[in-house]
């Protein structure tokens, strides 16, 4: 009976080590308040006090109170 060693698999490549930024947990926060933005700018679009927001301070992105603390993730459905 001979011995064979087992077969290795491919080594992956050799990385870098991630930047913090890169890392899965920051690019799912990241992805999170990306849907949010997303999902705030579409109700925003449709808000009375955002599009007042938006005439008043003449910034095309501008947010209500209200929606500029939902996309900061401080309030609504997407805080937990
Ligand atoms: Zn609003």
């Given at each position: 009976m001979s011995y064979r060693p087992p077969r290795q698999p491919p080594k992956p490549p050799n990385r870098a080590p991630l930047e913090p930024s890169e890392r899965g947990d920051a690019r799912l926060q990241a992805?999170?308040?990306?849907a949010r933005a997303a999902?705030?700018?579409a109700a925003a679009a449709t808000c009375e006090a955002c599009t007042r927001e938006?005439?008043?301070s003449g910034d095309p992105e501008a947010l209500c109170e209200d929606h500029l603390a939902v996309a900061l993730g401080m309030r609504g459905g997407w805080a937990r």
């Open positions: 992805a999170l308040a990306q999902d705030t700018y938006r005439a008043a």
